[in-house]
């Protein structure tokens, strides 16, 4: 048997990135009966650029798609993706010229990104002076994580679960 999500660590991080334009949900929770394929966040930021270096860097992902913005070298849109994991970054002026209903609400950096990794520890000395908002804990559903913010601003909490018997 496969481990679980549990049920309370999904209503958590449900009820956490709720508050996101886009929400998410925890990926690899397996009892719901979902017909979607994919889910991917789209955070909102002031510049996708600056965002990229930790995902590539720390977490080693590949930037899969950018969009220039303008004149310059900013980007106004930018995704990176590892296996079947993907996630989007957009400027505020991008998502107002795309969504003009969402002119004005795109703003902040709402939600966290709670992300399951293999070694906690191999990841901490890469972790280098980013800002820590919740040091290295362990959790009532047995995850250690640490909080900790991207270099854009994006909240996100890198969490290690111990193996169970069956791997």
Partial sequence: MSRRWPLAAVAL???VVAGSVFASVIIGYQEANVQAKRLTPVIFVEEVRPCLAFWTDVLGFE?????PEGEGDGLAYASVGSGTLELMYQTYAGVEEDLPAMAGRATGNWGI?????????????????????QPERTTFYGAR?????????????????EQDEEG
């Avoid at 399951?116 to 980013?130: C, F, I, Q, T």
Wanted: hydrophobic fraction near 50%; glycine fraction near 10%.
């Fill in 13 to 15: 991080g449900a009820s």
């Fill in 63 to 67: 930037v899969t798609g950018e969009v």
């Fill in 113 to 133: 990104l709670y992300v399951e990794v293999a070694d906690l520890d191999a990841l901490k000395p890469k972790l280098g002076a980013l800002e820590i908002f």
């Fill in 145 to 161: 994580e640490i909080g900790l913010r991207a270099p854009c601003g994006t909240p996100v909490v890198l969490a290690e679960f």
